[in-house]
Protein backbone atom coordinates (compact mmCIF):
# COMPACT_ATOMS: atom_id res chain seq x y z
CA UNK A 1 0.00 0.00 0.00
CA UNK A 2 1.81 3.47 -0.87
CA UNK A 3 0.61 6.38 0.69
CA UNK A 4 -2.41 8.43 0.35
CA UNK A 5 -2.34 11.67 -1.83
CA UNK A 6 -3.73 14.75 -0.03
CA UNK A 7 -4.68 17.88 -1.37
CA UNK A 8 -5.18 21.10 0.77
CA UNK A 9 -7.37 24.01 -0.85
CA UNK A 10 -7.28 26.95 1.30
CA UNK A 11 -9.79 29.90 0.68
CA UNK A 12 -11.02 32.84 1.61
CA UNK A 13 -14.87 32.39 2.44
CA UNK A 14 -17.24 29.18 2.07
CA UNK A 15 -18.72 28.87 -1.14
CA UNK A 16 -15.50 29.91 -2.75
CA UNK A 17 -14.30 26.05 -2.68
CA UNK A 18 -17.39 25.51 -5.03
CA UNK A 19 -17.07 28.48 -7.24
CA UNK A 20 -13.17 27.81 -7.60
CA UNK A 21 -11.59 24.18 -8.61
CA UNK A 22 -14.23 22.17 -7.10
CA UNK A 23 -14.58 20.12 -10.01
CA UNK A 24 -11.09 19.08 -9.99
CA UNK A 25 -11.47 18.02 -5.82
CA UNK A 26 -14.09 16.21 -6.76
CA UNK A 27 -12.25 14.21 -9.44
CA UNK A 28 -9.53 13.68 -6.73
CA UNK A 29 -11.81 12.63 -4.27
CA UNK A 30 -13.05 10.13 -6.65
CA UNK A 31 -9.48 8.74 -7.56
CA UNK A 32 -8.84 8.28 -3.80
CA UNK A 33 -6.84 11.24 -2.96
CA UNK A 34 -7.54 12.91 0.87
CA UNK A 35 -9.07 16.42 0.13
CA UNK A 36 -9.31 19.21 2.82
CA UNK A 37 -10.76 22.25 2.19
CA UNK A 38 -9.15 25.42 4.76
CA UNK A 39 -11.77 28.17 5.03
CA UNK A 40 -9.79 31.12 6.18
CA UNK A 41 -12.95 33.36 7.76
CA UNK A 42 -16.85 32.78 8.58
CA UNK A 43 -18.09 34.20 5.79
CA UNK A 44 -20.01 36.68 8.41
CA UNK A 45 -20.16 39.99 6.45
CA UNK A 46 -21.25 38.13 2.62
CA UNK A 47 -24.43 39.67 1.34
CA UNK A 48 -27.43 38.10 0.26
CA UNK A 49 -27.48 36.96 -3.56
CA UNK A 50 -30.28 34.81 -4.04
CA UNK A 51 -33.21 37.45 -3.98
CA UNK A 52 -35.34 34.23 -2.68
CA UNK A 53 -34.12 34.16 0.71
CA UNK A 54 -33.18 37.83 0.81
CA UNK A 55 -35.10 38.51 4.25
CA UNK A 56 -34.38 39.81 7.83
CA UNK A 57 -34.43 36.59 9.46
CA UNK A 58 -31.21 35.08 7.50
CA UNK A 59 -29.76 38.52 7.62
CA UNK A 60 -29.59 37.77 11.41
CA UNK A 61 -28.42 34.54 11.29
CA UNK A 62 -25.67 34.95 8.36
CA UNK A 63 -22.76 33.37 10.58
CA UNK A 64 -25.05 29.98 11.23
CA UNK A 65 -26.90 30.07 7.52
CA UNK A 66 -23.09 29.96 6.21
CA UNK A 67 -21.82 26.82 8.21
CA UNK A 68 -24.93 24.80 7.62
CA UNK A 69 -24.43 25.96 3.81
CA UNK A 70 -20.83 24.74 4.08
CA UNK A 71 -21.32 21.82 5.99
CA UNK A 72 -23.99 20.70 2.80
CA UNK A 73 -21.09 21.97 0.23
CA UNK A 74 -18.21 19.83 1.87
CA UNK A 75 -20.37 16.73 1.87
CA UNK A 76 -21.31 17.12 -1.94
CA UNK A 77 -17.87 17.46 -2.30
CA UNK A 78 -16.91 14.40 -0.22
CA UNK A 79 -13.88 16.48 1.33
CA UNK A 80 -12.95 17.39 4.44
CA UNK A 81 -12.77 21.10 5.80
CA UNK A 82 -11.77 22.88 8.48
CA UNK A 83 -12.20 26.69 9.62
CA UNK A 84 -9.54 28.97 10.49
CA UNK A 85 -11.52 31.19 12.38
CA UNK A 86 -10.89 34.61 11.38
CA UNK A 87 -13.78 37.60 10.59
CA UNK A 88 -14.93 38.55 7.46
CA UNK A 89 -13.64 41.85 6.31
CA UNK A 90 -16.34 42.74 3.86
CA UNK A 91 -16.09 43.79 0.46
CA UNK A 92 -15.39 47.82 1.32
CA UNK A 93 -17.21 49.89 -1.74
CA UNK A 94 -17.55 53.88 -2.31
CA UNK A 95 -14.91 56.52 -2.80
CA UNK A 96 -12.90 56.71 -1.08
CA UNK A 97 -12.88 53.45 0.06
CA UNK A 98 -14.31 52.58 4.02
CA UNK A 99 -11.56 51.55 6.20
CA UNK A 100 -11.66 47.76 6.84
CA UNK A 101 -13.48 46.77 10.31
CA UNK A 102 -11.34 45.88 13.00
CA UNK A 103 -10.59 42.93 14.13
CA UNK A 104 -11.11 41.31 10.57
CA UNK A 105 -8.79 39.24 8.50
CA UNK A 106 -7.56 41.71 6.16
CA UNK A 107 -6.36 43.27 8.83
CA UNK A 108 -3.87 41.15 10.86
CA UNK A 109 -0.68 40.41 10.71
CA UNK A 110 0.59 37.57 7.93
CA UNK A 111 2.66 35.91 10.11
CA UNK A 112 0.42 35.66 12.47
CA UNK A 113 -2.91 34.86 10.54
CA UNK A 114 -0.55 32.75 8.79
CA UNK A 115 0.24 30.76 11.92
CA UNK A 116 -3.10 28.85 12.15
CA UNK A 117 -2.30 27.30 9.00
CA UNK A 118 1.06 26.41 9.33
CA UNK A 119 -0.37 24.20 12.70
CA UNK A 120 -2.69 22.64 9.35
CA UNK A 121 -0.38 22.01 6.98
CA UNK A 122 1.65 19.74 9.29
CA UNK A 123 -1.36 18.31 11.19
CA UNK A 124 -2.64 17.28 7.10
CA UNK A 125 0.58 17.22 5.45
CA UNK A 126 -0.70 18.23 1.65
CA UNK A 127 1.56 17.19 -1.02
CA UNK A 128 -0.05 19.86 -2.72
CA UNK A 129 -1.72 22.77 -1.88
CA UNK A 130 -4.26 25.47 -4.17
CA UNK A 131 -4.46 29.04 -3.29
CA UNK A 132 -5.14 32.46 -5.64
CA UNK A 133 -2.88 34.56 -7.07
CA UNK A 134 -1.32 37.44 -5.49
CA UNK A 135 -4.20 39.93 -7.11
CA UNK A 136 -6.85 37.18 -4.78
CA UNK A 137 -8.15 36.53 -8.42
CA UNK A 138 -10.49 39.36 -7.74
CA UNK A 139 -10.13 42.51 -5.10
CA UNK A 140 -11.45 41.46 -2.11
CA UNK A 141 -9.24 42.05 0.66
CA UNK A 142 -9.54 38.28 1.81
CA UNK A 143 -8.73 36.83 -1.00
CA UNK A 144 -5.66 38.89 -1.03
CA UNK A 145 -5.32 37.65 2.75
CA UNK A 146 -5.80 34.13 1.73
CA UNK A 147 -2.72 34.22 -0.70
CA UNK A 148 -0.49 36.00 1.94
CA UNK A 149 -0.81 33.50 4.42
CA UNK A 150 -0.99 30.05 2.22
CA UNK A 151 2.62 31.21 0.71
CA UNK A 152 3.68 31.95 3.88
CA UNK A 153 2.61 29.12 5.76
CA UNK A 154 3.91 26.54 2.38
CA UNK A 155 7.32 28.45 2.98
CA UNK A 156 6.65 27.98 6.68
CA UNK A 157 5.34 24.68 7.12
CA UNK A 158 8.74 22.72 6.43
CA UNK A 159 10.79 24.82 8.28
CA UNK A 160 12.04 23.49 11.88
CA UNK A 161 12.71 27.01 12.96
CA UNK A 162 9.25 28.84 12.15
CA UNK A 163 6.30 27.85 14.81
CA UNK A 164 8.61 25.56 16.44
CA UNK A 165 5.14 25.32 19.02
CA UNK A 166 2.67 24.22 16.08
CA UNK A 167 3.92 21.04 15.60
CA UNK A 168 6.55 18.67 13.63
CA UNK A 169 7.57 20.33 10.05
CA UNK A 170 6.10 19.23 6.57
CA UNK A 171 7.04 20.89 3.53
CA UNK A 172 4.08 20.44 0.77
CA UNK A 173 5.90 19.67 -2.48
CA UNK A 174 3.76 21.91 -5.09
CA UNK A 175 1.78 25.14 -4.96
CA UNK A 176 -0.79 26.36 -7.31
CA UNK A 177 -2.76 29.37 -8.35
CA UNK A 178 -6.39 29.71 -9.58
CA UNK A 179 -6.42 30.54 -13.22
CA UNK A 180 -10.05 29.58 -14.26
CA UNK A 181 -11.19 32.63 -14.95
CA UNK A 182 -9.29 33.69 -17.90
CA UNK A 183 -10.06 35.56 -20.91
CA UNK A 184 -9.86 32.50 -23.68
CA UNK A 185 -12.02 30.33 -21.39
CA UNK A 186 -14.73 32.66 -21.22
CA UNK A 187 -14.35 33.69 -24.72
CA UNK A 188 -14.55 29.97 -25.95
CA UNK A 189 -18.00 29.93 -23.72
CA UNK A 190 -19.42 33.27 -25.10
CA UNK A 191 -18.70 31.52 -28.83
CA UNK A 192 -20.24 27.87 -27.98
CA UNK A 193 -23.15 29.91 -26.87
CA UNK A 194 -23.83 32.13 -29.66
CA UNK A 195 -22.84 28.82 -32.31
CA UNK A 196 -25.46 26.71 -30.21
CA UNK A 197 -27.92 29.67 -31.33
CA UNK A 198 -28.08 30.98 -27.22
CA UNK A 199 -27.72 33.93 -25.92
CA UNK A 200 -24.42 34.46 -24.07
CA UNK A 201 -24.05 36.30 -20.95
CA UNK A 202 -20.66 37.57 -21.59
CA UNK A 203 -21.47 39.94 -23.46
CA UNK A 204 -20.80 42.60 -21.86
CA UNK A 205 -18.20 40.98 -19.15
CA UNK A 206 -15.89 40.46 -22.22
CA UNK A 207 -16.83 44.23 -23.71
CA UNK A 208 -15.48 45.71 -20.33
CA UNK A 209 -12.57 42.91 -20.27
CA UNK A 210 -9.12 44.41 -20.31
CA UNK A 211 -6.62 42.14 -21.99
CA UNK A 212 -3.74 43.71 -20.48
CA UNK A 213 -4.76 41.84 -17.50
CA UNK A 214 -5.38 38.45 -18.39
CA UNK A 215 -3.22 35.91 -16.94
CA UNK A 216 -3.84 32.96 -18.82
CA UNK A 217 0.09 32.82 -20.10
CA UNK A 218 0.96 32.01 -16.50
CA UNK A 219 -1.76 28.57 -16.83
CA UNK A 220 0.66 25.25 -16.64
CA UNK A 221 -1.99 23.28 -15.47
CA UNK A 222 -5.40 21.93 -17.25
CA UNK A 223 -6.79 19.27 -14.98
CA UNK A 224 -9.76 18.16 -17.74
CA UNK A 225 -12.72 17.28 -14.86
CA UNK A 226 -15.87 18.01 -17.21
CA UNK A 227 -17.42 14.51 -15.68
CA UNK A 228 -17.63 16.95 -12.34
CA UNK A 229 -19.23 20.00 -13.54
CA UNK A 230 -22.39 18.66 -11.75
CA UNK A 231 -21.10 18.12 -8.66
CA UNK A 232 -19.33 21.51 -8.86
CA UNK A 233 -23.00 23.05 -9.10
CA UNK A 234 -24.47 21.16 -6.44
CA UNK A 235 -22.17 22.45 -4.25
CA UNK A 236 -22.50 25.44 -5.61
CA UNK A 237 -26.12 26.03 -5.22
CA UNK A 238 -26.16 24.57 -1.21
CA UNK A 239 -24.59 27.99 -0.63
CA UNK A 240 -27.67 29.37 -1.28
CA UNK A 241 -27.55 32.46 0.43
CA UNK A 242 -24.84 33.33 -1.92
CA UNK A 243 -25.50 32.33 -5.16
CA UNK A 244 -28.55 32.88 -7.59
CA UNK A 245 -29.89 29.61 -8.64
CA UNK A 246 -31.67 31.78 -11.39
CA UNK A 247 -28.49 33.69 -12.10
CA UNK A 248 -26.00 33.64 -15.01
CA UNK A 249 -23.64 30.95 -13.36
CA UNK A 250 -25.95 28.53 -14.22
CA UNK A 251 -26.66 29.96 -17.71
CA UNK A 252 -24.40 27.68 -19.70
CA UNK A 253 -25.53 24.29 -20.03
CA UNK A 254 -22.77 22.03 -19.18
CA UNK A 255 -22.64 19.74 -22.39
CA UNK A 256 -21.71 23.34 -23.66
CA UNK A 257 -19.15 23.36 -20.48
CA UNK A 258 -17.92 20.15 -21.47
CA UNK A 259 -17.40 20.66 -25.21
CA UNK A 260 -16.01 24.36 -25.00
CA UNK A 261 -13.40 24.01 -22.02
CA UNK A 262 -13.39 21.11 -19.87
CA UNK A 263 -10.73 21.72 -17.46
CA UNK A 264 -9.67 23.98 -14.15
CA UNK A 265 -6.87 25.57 -14.75
CA UNK A 266 -3.98 26.43 -12.94
CA UNK A 267 -0.23 28.12 -12.05
CA UNK A 268 2.77 26.13 -10.65
CA UNK A 269 4.08 28.50 -8.85
CA UNK A 270 6.26 26.15 -6.49
CA UNK A 271 7.84 22.84 -6.80
CA UNK A 272 9.93 20.83 -4.90
CA UNK A 273 9.52 17.86 -7.56
CA UNK A 274 10.68 17.22 -10.84
CA UNK A 275 8.64 19.22 -13.30
CA UNK A 276 7.60 18.21 -17.09
CA UNK A 277 5.35 21.78 -18.13
CA UNK A 278 2.45 22.16 -18.98
CA UNK A 279 0.82 19.39 -17.24
CA UNK A 280 -2.75 18.13 -16.50
CA UNK A 281 -2.19 16.81 -13.14
CA UNK A 282 -1.97 18.74 -9.60
CA UNK A 283 0.10 15.28 -8.70
CA UNK A 284 2.42 15.20 -11.51
CA UNK A 285 6.26 14.08 -10.33
CA UNK A 286 4.39 13.43 -6.51
CA UNK A 287 2.85 10.32 -7.74
CA UNK A 288 5.77 7.54 -8.19
CA UNK A 289 7.86 9.52 -5.31
CA UNK A 290 5.04 9.03 -2.22
CA UNK A 291 4.66 4.90 -3.60
CA UNK A 292 1.03 5.72 -4.81
ZN1 LIG B 1 -14.69 34.90 -1.29
Known amino acids: MGEQLRLMAVHAHPDDESSKGAATMAK ?3 EGVDVLVVTCTGGERGSVLNPKLDRPEIWEQMATIRREEME ?9 QAWLGFVDSGFPEGDPLPPLPEGCFGLEPVEKAAAPL ?3 MREF ?10 DGGYPHPDHVMCHKVSVAAFEAAGDPASYPEYGEPWQPLKLYYH ?7 VRALHEAMLAAGLESPYTEWLEKWDPARDKSHRITTRVPCGEYFEVRDDALRAHA ?4 PDGSWFHVPLEIQKRAWPTEDYELTRSLVEQRLPEDDLFA ?7 V
Not at 72 to 80: D, K, M, S, Y
Open 28 to 30: YVA
Open 72 to 80: RAREILGVR
Open 118 to 120: VKL
Open 125 to 134: RPHVVTTYDE
Open 179 to 185: MSFSLPR
Open 241 to 244: TQVD
Open 285 to 291: GIRGSVG
